[in-house]
């Protein structure tokens, strides 16, 4: 792997690589549990929406109740 360094291309140690390419599968990973996460909540917040209108609740009430 290389790097600009002073306008220069040069080699980046082994060690720094190493680390580099640890942090970058860390945020990678990182992404894609907040992605899980977000599709979760939206997943949940969908069934929770169709057990209320089973329950009766018109759209107008819900909205008022979940603040959208």
């Known amino acids: ?11 980046i140690p082994k060690e ?24 979760t909540k939206a ?3 969908a069934l929770a929406i169709g057990k209320l209108k089973v329950l009766g609740l018109s759209d107008a009430e819900i909205t008022a109740m979940i603040g959208e």
């Open 1 to 11: 792997m290389k790097q600009y360094l002073n306008g220069e291309l040069v080699d």
């Open 16 to 39: 720094e690589e190493t680390t580099i390419k640890k942090q970058i599968k860390l945020d990678v990973a990182e992404k894609e549990k907040r992605l899980k996460e977000k599709e």
């Open 43 to 45: 997943t949940n917040k």
